[in-house]
């Protein structure tokens, strides 16, 4: 992490401080748009929270998200989450996220998904952190997450994220 990327990063805080309300958004990269990337409100020590988003790949070749950063997370990483013989399982996504042409990918809760390792400090609600995308062929793009209250949109019940993946990855402690 460069220090001008952790300056962005406190800039982009403050920006979302003083915007109070935080308004779904999107982004634009190329011929990709991000739509909406939104977190969950964390507590001091949680040792992972996913954020999520959908791509959009309004071109006519085929692209692939290869890597994410946060100035927020220790690392992050691309997971695949399946729910098999009643257990939901993660995966880290090796060769990142597909996105062909002219489809819409969906990072949501119960599915793929971004994994901040080690959040600094907690999340609060209303709040924005940045995350960077890395595209095979757009490149890069910075976008901001809002942070939602716990469980918010939760289209499966955070816990059973959470619990699933502390088992399956142990983030807590591992790297
Ligand atoms: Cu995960």
């Not at 990142?96 to 002219?102: F, I, L, T």
């Not at 910075?142 to 939602?148: D, M, Q, R, S």
């Amino acid at each position: 992490m460069t220090k001008s990327w952790m300056r962005a990063a406190l800039c982009g805080g403050l920006l979302g401080i003083f915007a109070g309300t935080a308004l779904a958004s999107d982004y634009r990269l190329g011929d990709l748009e991000i739509g909406q990337p939104w977190t969950r409100a964390t507590v001091a020590g949680q040792p992972a929270a996913g954020a999520y988003f959908s791509i959009h790949n309004a071109g006519s070749d085929p692209d692939r998200l290869v890597s994410v950063e946060s100035p927020v997370a220790r690392a992050a990483e691309l997971h695949d989450m399946k729910v098999e013989n009643g257990v939901m399982k993660m995966r880290p996504l090796a060769d990142g996220v597909a996105v062909p042409a002219g489809a819409t990918v969906e990072l949501a809760p119960g599915g793929m998904h971004v994994m901040l390792l080690g959040p600094e400090g907690a999340l609060k609600p209303g709040q924005q952190v940045p995350l960077r995308l890395t595209f095979e062929k757009a490149g890069t793009v910075e976008v901001e997450l809002t942070v939602e209250k716990p469980g918010a949109k939760a289209a499966s019940p955070a816990q059973g994220h959470d619990a699933g993946h502390g088992k399956a990855m142990n983030h807590g402690t591992g790297g």
